[in-house]
């Protein structure tokens, strides 16, 4: 039987800023699942980002399907042109 593998740290895949929210995209685990995180961290006085509510957290097995779903959202907005060029990268 293979061992699964765990996450004994979160891993940070991105983090993008605007103002004094930014939004973290990150692997992690929780009572023994494996997550992905995507979430609103705000940035305190203190310099300090911390997690706010605004956010879903997902078992790892989802992951394909949110990424299908992210690409399919993207294309739609290309396709719309709500998004300015310098945003397509």
């Known amino acids: 039987m293979t ?3 765990t996450i004994a740290e979160p891993i940070e895949i991105t ?3 605007a ?3 930014s939004l ?3 692997l992690s685990e929780y009572e023994g699942h494996c997550l992905i995180n995507v979430r609103i ?3 305190g006085s203190d310099g300090i980002d911390r997690p ?6 997902m ?9 299908k779903a992210i690409t399919a959202a993207l294309g739609k907005a290309r396709e719309l042109g ?3 060029e310098a945003e397509h990268d």
Not at 52 to 57: M, Q, R
Not at 59 to 64: A, S
Request: glycine share 6%.
């Open 59 to 67: 078992g790892i097995r989802k992951l394909p399907e949110l990424a």
């Open 24 to 26: 973290h995209v990150s």
């Open 15 to 17: 983090k993008n800023r």
């Open 52 to 57: 706010t509510p605004k956010g879903v957290a």
């Open 41 to 43: 961290y705000s940035t």
């Open 3 to 5: 061992k699964r593998p």
């Open 19 to 21: 103002r004094n929210e």
């Open 82 to 84: 709500l998004l300015d």
